[in-house]
């Protein structure tokens, strides 16, 4: 069973690429925008200072807005890096926009500086979501293990990548809200 599961999840990840990299940049530019305005209205009634964030490749959605408007409130913008020889990704104090390094898969990182250990709230990129809060990643379990320690997981996605079900495995984490350009989606996680 694990083999199929493992079978639809590599097929769902071809269709689900096609579908994240479809719209225009100005449509994911305003796609972005209305998200982080969603996020940043949740932040607002939560009391946690300190917000796991994801620094975007070109076909995600950028946080970069929200990441300027939070650091602006002083919150403390975790921001991940990984180590590909010890196979880990860890999250590191994020100063501004600008103090990044390109990394692995030519994603920004954060330059080392403090790391972070306890995340509580968490912006989670994916590929597909559902509304349990089942998401498809890139499969290799990054964030998958990052969830384990986060008290909320927030995916961040297009409309166009909720999806009826995700298949999911043993290890794989669910979110407990999802942010769209036109949605807010407390899951039944």
């Not at 069973?1 to 689900?16: F, G, I, N, S, T």
């Not at 300027?68 to 999250?91: C, H, Q, T, W």
């Not at 390109?102 to 330059?111: A, F, K, S, T």
């Amino acid at each position: 069973m694990p083999d199929d599961v493992e079978a639809q999840k590599k097929a769902l990840r071809l269709e689900m690429k096609a579908r994240r990299d479809a719209p225009s940049e100005i449509e994911r530019e305003r796609a972005s925008r209305s998200m982080c305005g969603r996020i940043s209205r949740f932040l607002s009634t939560r009391s946690e200072r300190t917000i796991g964030v994801y620094l975007a490749r070109p076909a995600e959605i950028s946080l970069d807005v929200l990441i300027g408007e939070l650091l602006r409130k002083n919150y403390e913008i975790a921001a991940p890096r990984v180590d590909m020889e010890r196979g880990e990704m860890s999250f590191w104090r994020l100063e501004t926009l600008d103090a990044v390094e390109i990394g692995p898969w030519h994603v920004r990182e954060p330059l080392v500086s403090q790391k972070i250990k306890e995340i509580p709230i968490l912006l989670v990129p994916g590929l597909a979501f559902d509304a349990a809060g089942a998401r498809l990643g890139m499969g290799g379990g990054w964030y998958d293990r990052t969830m384990q320690a986060t008290q909320t997981a927030i995916g961040v996605c297009f409309d166009c990548q909720l999806i009826a079900r995700v298949p999911l495995e043993m290890h794989d984490r669910r979110v407990h809200f999802l942010a769209t350009e036109s949605r807010w989606i407390e899951t039944e996680n």
